[in-house]
Structures are given as structure tokens and as C-alpha cells.
């Protein structure tokens, strides 16, 4: 699976939309992208996830790049319940097999 | 409710005295995982599973051993616990990758300390 970097740490205003960055530059044409997002020490909570386009669900939105060697999370009215550890990692979409997750961007949403 | 559950939630023992953390999920998920998790190093895959008897390493397994006799069941075994497998552990369940449904579902988590 391909590798991903995110920005260890960002802080966003309550009600302020927050983006958060992903580089999988080395991603290949069948690996998705997919973002989990972990509160303290709870088990990691699914958010969405993408090939190509851009989804959107009642969490948030993706924004994949054309040459989809990025992508952005974006939650689009961030509350103090927001803040967790982002993670952003691709998957190959066949037989599934081993999946890594990086260390991930902590969110600090602030009042 | 569809969950993962595993057990126990905290779990302190000594040094060689092997235990079992249990994972049970009820989804009919084929692929099953176990990760633990430390400080500053984020997530690390031990094992997982792609189905019933089909086990394999993720990036950590020295020191573990894991059995997938049932499809709901992966149970994480440490034969001989040491201080170093002190940490946080997840399991997770999902469907196969190439299915649409690739989402991965995780436990509550089970914190073990091995003095």
C-alpha cells in the first residue's frame, strides 16, 4: 500500500470548516484513499473514503486531486467534539491483505 | 447492534504468564485485524486475517500468535508476555477489499500493562 504524510498537528476555530492536508504521492490507480479519525484512546471511527472523486457524507467531505497525489478532509463546521487524530491511508481495493496507518494529524478544535 | 467486541478492556499481568485478549464481531465480516498502539508511534498492524484459517504477519507479530477458527473469532494470543508488549490493542473487522464495503470496524480497545 502506498505510503501517506499528514501535518502531525493543526488547530481550527469551532465552527470554521477544517481542511485536513494528505500526500500519497506513490498512491497507484487501484488504491483508495480512506480516512479514520480516533477521540483519545477510543477505537479508530471510519469518516469516508474515495478512488477519484470527491465524496461527500454526513461527516464530511474528500477532495481528491486530478492526479490524485493529495487529498483533503474537510470537515465544514468543526466542533470542540471534532478534536481527534486524523488518519488518512490507501487501500488497495482488491483481496484485502495488510493496511497501514501513519501517526496521523491531531485536530485541536478551539473555542 | 453491529460491533466489535473485545475482551478484557484492561488486562495487568506478569511477565511469562500467557494470556488471551478475545475479538468477536458480528457483521459476517471475512477480514479481521489486530493493531496495538503506543505512544508516538501510531498504529501497528500484528495479524490479520482474510478468512477462516487464512492468517497472516502485519508488521509487528514477533511475540504473538493469533487463530481464526470461526469467521466472528480472532483472539490474540501472548505466550510468554513481555514488559515491551505492554500497550493498546485494537482489533478490527471489515469486509474484503474489492467488495465496496472496505470500511474497518474497530473494537473498544484493551489496554495491558506486563509487569
Known amino acids: 500500500d502506498a505510503k501517506t504524510t499528514q501535518p502531525p498537528s493543526m488547530d481550527c476555530a469551532e465552527g470554521r470548516a477544517a481542511n485536513l492536508p494528505c500526500n500519497h504521492s506513490?498512491?497507484?490507480?487501484?488504491?483508495?484513499v480512506y480516512w479514520y479519525r480516533q477521540i483519545h484512546s477510543q477505537g479508530p471511527q471510519y469518516i469516508i473514503h474515495?478512488?477519484?472523486n470527491n465524496e461527500t457524507n454526513e461527516m464530511a467531505s474528500l477532495i481528491i486531486t486530478e492526479d490524485r497525489k493529495s487529498s483533503t478532509l474537510i470537515l465544514p463546521h468543526a466542533t470542540l467534539r471534532d478534536t481527534a487524530v486524523y488518519y488518512c491511508i490507501v487501500r488497495v481495493n482488491n483481496a484485502g491483505n495488510m493496511l497501514t496507518f501513519g501517526g496521523g494529524t491531531r485536530l485541536m478544535v478551539k473555542p | 447492534e453491529a460491533q466489535v467486541t473485545q475482551n478484557p478492556r484492561y488486562l495487568i499481568t506478569v511477565t511469562g504468564k500467557k494470556l488471551t485478549v478475545t475479538c468477536s464481531q458480528n457483521m459476517n465480516h471475512e477480514y479481521m485485524s489486530w493493531y496495538r498502539q503506543d505512544p508516538g508511534l501510531g498504529l501497528r498492524q500484528i495479524y490479520y486475517s482474510m478468512n477462516v484459517e487464512v492468517t497472516d504477519k502485519g508488521d509487528v507479530p514477533e511475540g504473538y500468535k493469533v487463530s481464526r477458527k470461526e469467521k466472528r473469532n480472532f483472539p490474540l494470543i501472548l505466550e510468554s508476555p513481555s514488559p515491551n508488549q505492554t500497550s493498546l490493542y485494537f482489533c478490527a473487522s471489515s469486509f474484503l477489499a474489492g467488495t465496496g464495503r472496505e470500511k474497518l470496524f474497530f473494537g473498544s480497545g484493551t489496554q495491558l500493562s506486563v509487569l
Open positions: 474515495g478512488l477519484k
Open positions: 506513490t498512491i497507484s490507480g487501484n488504491e483508495y
